[in-house]
């Protein structure tokens, strides 16, 4: 299953679909943006099984720091997580880079989600069909490009309509990072390049290249030189594919090396094994039982008796393995229920509290604005909320926003919701 490459910087997201006709939108500011980044993929034609993102947020820490000279994601998580408690909790998505050696030991750079929504999104994402086998930084991607050769350093501009950042690398694996946003972000960038360039002065010349992301042509003039290749952010972002899901740069878990297709298919050839040798087994009866009329006889009444055996153990074998063709893993309502409690609710809502009793529930919370507008928020989260058929809000629980005054839309609005489950 091939995975097409999807930028999101900020709301600016772009997808790969075509390298040269790439498909791009601006999320909206306000509402849930892990929605309409979902949305967006959905409405591509044809809509995507599977992609591979290329993230940057302002969210998004990146922080050098020693780290053990070998290791995969367990050993790093297990030495670094005493100095950098976020990476110890299972939500948060964290990589980094391969460890360089130093003349004290080795150093990486770590990519620090300060705040979680990649497992978030790999988890909704799933439930609607598509498969987030990856999610790499973007300024990561640098050290992929064709131009970043060993004996340079190489310095890359990232552009878009929200900002810009800037990242270089040395030969000998120092790294720096840096996002630019704002009314001075293009001051600060010009600042930041020519910083960049200053320090190679009298050394190998840095490689500069561009990557632009906006709407617009790159303006040259802020830029202290001509970059020596433009990238468009399809072409770009297309050279992550090189990477693969267990890479260290990934900032989520890889996926499971035994998934329940592989084992059902071990099972299968363990049993053709045992199929095979008792085949074997039979073969050499009939054989032995050829040299002698008396002991080929009693042969063929074993093979008969056996025969009649492996029959029966087929015949059970064949019923077993109807049930496990038609057995489905049952549905976990309340678990659906609490992930689709998070997906429902909206950014002016707060859940103060949840209750899962084993046929009803109930849910208490706080809005704390936009409860004069119609519908309003709340209505909004009770309405998504109830487009499933595994739970029913009770009709006369569902709270009406009270009556405002004249400015006090602002006030918070406590309300309880009450339901049952259906199964």
Known sequence: MASIPVLWWDNTVVAAVNINHPVSTVLPTDGDSIFAFCGFLEGLSPTPKAIRLFYATSTLEVVATPCPKTGDRQLMQKVLGPKFDAIK??????????????????????????????????????????????AFPLTSLIDLAPEAVPAKPLIALFHSDEGAAIAWSTPEGDRHTAFFRGENAGERLTHDLDTGFAAFAGKADPVFIAVNASSQPMDEAMLPRKPAKYYNVAEFITLGLRLTPRDLLNLLPPPPSLTINT???????????????????????????????????????????????????????????????DCTIASQVKTKFIEAVGRAR???????????NEQSWSIAGTLHQGAAVKPSPLDAFISQLGQNASWTINAGDKPAAPKQVAGSDQRPVEFTITGVFNN
């Open 89 to 134: 909790n299972p939500a948060t998505a964290w990589s980094a880079h391969k460890p360089r050696t130093t003349g004290s030991g080795a150093a990486t750079v770590l990519y620090i989600e300060q705040q979680p929504r990649l497992q978030r999104l790999r988890s909704i994402l799933q439930d609607r069909g598509i498969t987030l086998d990856a």
């Open 263 to 325: 084992a059902i298919f071990a099972v299968g050839l363990v049993v053709a094994g045992v199929a095979l040798f008792q085949g074997f087994g039979y073969l050499s009866a009939l054989h032995t039982a050829r040299t002698s009329r008396r002991v080929q006889e009693a042969q063929e009444a074993q093979l008969a008796k056996d025969n009649e055996r492996y029959s029966a153990n087929k015949a059970q074998f064949d019923r077993q393995q109807a049930f496990l063709d």
């Open 346 to 356: 909206p950014q002016q809502i707060t859940i103060r509290s949840m209750t899962l």
